[in-house]
């Protein structure tokens, strides 16, 4: 049975900083993984698709790795701001087309 | 594109009463899965539909089931409500091929009280 871990479950830092927030997954047989971010009371905003075929891929400040052996990936926010605090969730799909998210990490980024 | 969308979006339903929610997906997008998102549970997968077919479903009874129409348009059922049952549920929308296959675009969400 697939299950997904995101830690830490909360991260406070000062505006400019770099961080890492971490997802664990325990099948590596997944077909791909997807990092989100959710803002308060809405939906899920897609940040970064990796396929399983993938290592990693970046977009703008945003860069995700993937590696399926050791059942981790990695969301590095560059330069953080104010306007990325919110909750970041990773998705693992599994070969069953099922998806199976992790709990989420809360992010707050002070001015 | 426009994107995913879900009606109707605030929703208050008695425990015993059944509710459906709508789902459309982005044109073009074939599967579209369900979710079920609470403080305590997090987000938990629902099922997933795909050409009118669904290809898996989550740990969740019966009560919960759902459908695809021939345009990919996606309806879920809940019967029988329990107060357990209010929670956001979200729906997305993805495409089978390309660069971005898979990739899920998330709806706003339909919000569902049970009282």
């Known amino acids: 049975k697939q299950e997904v871990t995101q830690i830490p479950a909360a991260l406070s830092v000062p505006e400019g900083e770099n961080l890492v927030l971490n997802c664990s997954f325990t099948?590596?047989?997944?077909?791909?993984l997807q990092w989100f971010r959710q803002d308060p009371g809405k939906g899920l905003t897609s940040l970064l698709l990796?396929?399983?075929?993938?290592r990693e891929q970046t977009s703008g400040r945003l860069n995700a790795s993937l590696d399926k052996s050791s059942g981790r990936s990695t969301l590095y926010i560059a330069a953080s701001q104010p306007g990325d605090s919110a909750t970041y969730l990773c998705?693992?799909?599994?070969?069953?087309?099922?998806?199976?998210f992790g709990a989420g990490t809360r992010l707050f980024v002070k001015a | 594109k426009a994107g995913v969308t879900q009606t109707p979006r605030y929703l208050i339903k008695t425990r015993g009463q059944q509710v459906t929610l709508s789902c459309s997906p982005i044109?073009?997008?074939?599967?579209v899965s369900w979710y079920q998102q609470t403080p305590g549970q997090g987000l938990q997968f629902l099922f997933e539909?795909?050409?009118?077919?669904?290809?898996n479903k989550g740990n969740f009874p019966g009560r919960f089931s759902g459908r695809q129409f021939s345009n990919s348009r996606s309806e879920m059922n809940v019967s029988t409500l329990e107060l357990g049952d209010s929670a956001l549920y979200l729906c997305?929308?993805?495409?089978?091929?390309?660069?971005?296959?898979?990739?899920?675009?998330f709806g706003p969400g339909t919000r569902l009280t049970v009282t």
């Open positions: 997305a929308s993805s495409p089978e091929t390309g660069k971005y296959r898979n990739e899920q675009y």
């Open positions: 099948d590596s047989a997944i077909y791909n």
């Open positions: 990796i396929q399983s075929s993938q």
């Open positions: 998705a693992v799909r599994t070969g069953g087309f099922k998806t199976i």
């Open positions: 044109s073009g997008h074939r599967s």
């Open positions: 539909y795909f050409s009118e077919t669904q290809r």
